[in-house]
């Protein structure tokens, strides 16, 4: 698949099938991940796949009472407008089914792997927008989600992450329900600025 | 090109040539940007794309006095290994010439656009790389760096940044003077755990 393709039509899929996903299909998407570039080629990134239904059950709790807590206030007001209630739904909807999505991988960083004040995630994001890109031409669908911060520390210890690891991102895998298409997005001259901060140009 | 051989060729072009980049091939990366995803899809991100030279100059200077700073004292380690050479003295190049790369594009976050207790980092770096996978489909050489943190405020009032926006990541763009090609990476199955911390499996 083109990258541009890919690119264009990785939009995020959060109501997935329980059907299985194979290894390989995994091996395809990690291997794309840790060709991304990151501090110093450094690469201090590690990916836990996680299949074990009874993990995969605490983790949901908690995820969904991160959820509750940061989105639940705002329900009302995402669904009173049409532009924000799909994302919202769709959301919820797997905030609701965490547990059921066949695969969940957690990107996390060694903090000692990061050069000092430099930022975290520029080492590991990259790697998992490669993820997501890779299964995107794969046909298998992700979203990028943080909410198991909220519990991060019970996170760290169901899984055995030992000190000195943040967890960086959870990303559910599964084969989508809906489809792949282009996502909405603001014009790409509103949020691009020349030389000054908010100097717009016309493409 | 196939999205496959643009992650698996990516690698950080740290030496380029100081030819113009024409404003098209700029509108077709920061367009794969804005494709990214993004927290609850509110893409909080700005790029700024600099090219005025008293700009790149002094950002230039900020840039270098942060790499000496970070990397200096570690020179004579980096450069006793043949693995970590070539990646710091390319850097140390970068760090040296920063000012003649004809495009720097610096990526920021509004703070406002962020779920409280997610990192910002999550909802900017996915675009930074779709930026880099596109400019590698389409032969500009770039990279992802962090230096300039070192005296962020400065680099924020030069660009009249306003408060509540973090610069995020700054990205030299130009027609690389190498090729492009894999880049070292340790195996997949190191770095690769399942259901839990420590446990590997063979490919």
Known sequence: M???????TQRAMRRLKPDPVADEDLWTILDAAIKAPSGGNRQPWNFLVIRDPETKRKIGEYYLDG??????????????????????NSAEHLANHLAEVPVLI???????????????????????????LAARAIGLGTTITTLHQHHEQEVKELLRI????DTMALIPVGWPKGHFGPASRQPVEQVTFWDR?????ER
């Open 2 to 8: 083109d990258v541009f393709e890919a690119i264009g």
């Open 67 to 88: 959820w509750n807590k940061i989105y639940g206030p705002f329900k009302d007001f995402a669904l009173a407008d049409p532009a924000t209630a799909r994302t919202f």
């Open 106 to 132: 957690m990107a996390t960083v060694q903090r000692d792997g990061i050069a000092p004040g430099s930022p975290g995630g520029a080492s590991v994001y990259p790697a998992v927008q490669n993820l997501m």
């Open 162 to 165: 030992p000190e000195g690891i």
């Open 197 to 201: 901060w908010g100097e717009r140009r």
